[in-house]
DNA sequence: GGTCTTTACTTGAAACTTCAAGTAAATCGC
DNA sequence: GCGATTTACTTGAAGTTTCAAGTAAAGACC
């Protein structure tokens, strides 16, 4: 192992910046390729999206159900396309919209059975598909891999609200 | 640290699984969320977008230009949408298009003057906004991250081919 | 209890992306 | 060299996403 050659302060800061970069050009590398294939198969294979998967898969661990605003924040995307995607995934059968009991600004979807089966038979082979695309890693880097992104994602959202 | 518990090969698939689940969970949540704010800040500073950004990216390091085909497989896109996001960069003078002197199929992609000025600004914020975002990791965390990110890319291509 | 602000969501236009089908040039096999 | 195949890109339609502006209900403040 080589030992670091002394840096002045510039060179040091430019070459953590481009460390970053690097950094951030792999992740959405390796995000991307991921996405691109799963939302290939969703369509292929069930006619679907992985923007619709996503949507399901928040409602499949919500028994209650959930509101839009919930949906839009647990999807990443804006108000106006959870409007989308639920009305498209309405039409579908695949979930029921209702108006919330105690605040009549708000609806509540909700995963109809069939929105439940469906999403079932996808989540099979999405997993498959994930569990395929990350064995490259061992369990143990995985781990690592989990943990750094968990530091990543909270200080994104620390720094969002500051 | 407690010592995992025995576990029987069915568990620890299921166990594994959700591991791969949650990994590429949190790997989409930190990407889309970092991949929204730059979309967000090109848009509303210099009224681009990342996907012409990319484009300006590979184009910046291909000082002779690049065809069609290398801007879509460097953007992870369809050659459709390369199409559309170069003609639109070329209505705003910051590309030009010429057919290749030796492959009349192919297109060439020239950064002009203006676009190198015009990226070299966005670069500069880009570069900050990136820089922040993962200032939550040491620089001995984001080289680990790089790293392993450079297994599951790897493994990614491999898998493609075959 | 009436205005003022905030919140929850919807809408429409424009931007972007994908897919499938198409065109034209290069290359392969003979 | 000539037809068959492949390659490089474009096109058009449909699907998706975003943004800004709009509507309606809830809550805040007197």
Redesign the pocket.
Same mark, same amino acid.
């Given at each position: 192992m080589m030992t670091a050659p002394a840096l002045d302060p510039e060179t040091r800061l430019q070459r953590d910046d481009h460390e970053a970069l690097r950094l951030w050009l792999r992740l959405f590398t390796c995000t991307t390729m991921v996405e !691109?294939r799963v939302?290939?198969m969703l369509?292929?294979a069930f006619g679907?999206?992985?923007?619709?998967f996503d949507v399901l898969a928040q409602l499949d661990r919500a028994p209650d159900g959930l509101?839009?605003?919930?949906?839009?924040e647990g999807t990443?995307?804006?108000?106006?396309?959870?409007?989308?995607?639920?009305?498209?995934l309405e039409a579908d059968g695949h979930v029921t !919209?209702r108006t919330?009991p105690?605040?009549? !600004?708000?609806?509540?979807v909700r995963l109809t059975a069939a929105g439940r089966r469906h999403f079932t038979l996808m989540a099979r082979e999405h997993e498959a598909l994930i569990i395929h695309g990350f064995a490259g890693l061992t369990a143990l880097e995985r781990r690592t891999m989990h943990t750094l992104l968990g530091t990543v994602k909270q200080h994104l959202r620390l720094e969002r609200t500051s």
């Open positions: !691109r939302d290939q369509k292929r679907s999206s992985l923007a619709r509101r839009m605003g919930a949906l839009s990443l995307t804006t108000n106006g396309n959870v409007t989308w995607l639920v009305a498209a !919209r919330a105690d605040d009549r !600004r708000a609806t509540v």
